[in-house]
């Protein structure tokens, strides 16, 4: 990607339905997309590649799934980390590599966060999959140390 504008960071909001775990869950998704007038990335994108379509109106999309950009003072963290918290927990697909296999995702993910999010700058912007923006200074303390 080769930005030649100035950089804009927007937020189109998809819906669709996450089947998972025997249950089907109505879903809002963030879809971020970071770019000018001529060049997009799509980050986290799901559910509704038409809602992206309208949303460029033109430029060329290159999806990829979540990144740190320090040129924007942001992480894009899809699942990882939202609003309050820890996201993408305590479903079958989260890491049970733990001695307790019974355990959800919880420690893994939180000590994923704590290596690589929680040192950013704490006016880091997160943009998360789902709901509000949030800071990493803002979420330091809903994650604990190890």
Do not use: K
């Not at 809002?28 to 038409?50: C, M, S």
Request: proline share 5%; net charge negative.
């Amino acid at each position: 990607m080769s930005v030649r504008g100035a950089v804009r960071v927007e937020r189109v909001v998809t819906s669709g339905t996450f089947s998972l775990d025997d249950g089907t869950f109505d879903l809002d998704t963030n879809v971020w997309l970071v770019g000018d007038d001529e060049e997009a990335l799509a980050l986290d994108a799901a559910h509704d590649a038409e809602a992206i379509h309208r949303a460029t109106a033109g430029p060329r999309v290159t999806a990829i799934v979540s990144t740190h950009a320090p040129f924007l003072n942001a992480v894009f963290t899809g699942d990882a980390l939202f609003h309050g918290g820890p996201g993408a927990t305590g479903r079958s697909y989260s890491d049970r590599s733990y001695s307790d296999r019974s355990c959800s995702g919880r420690p893994a993910i939180e000590a994923s966060i704590r290596a690589r999010l929680l040192p950013l700058p704490g006016d880091t912007v997160v943009h998360t999959g789902h709901g509000r923006d949030t800071t990493t200074a803002a979420e330091r303390p809903s994650v604990p140390a190890a």
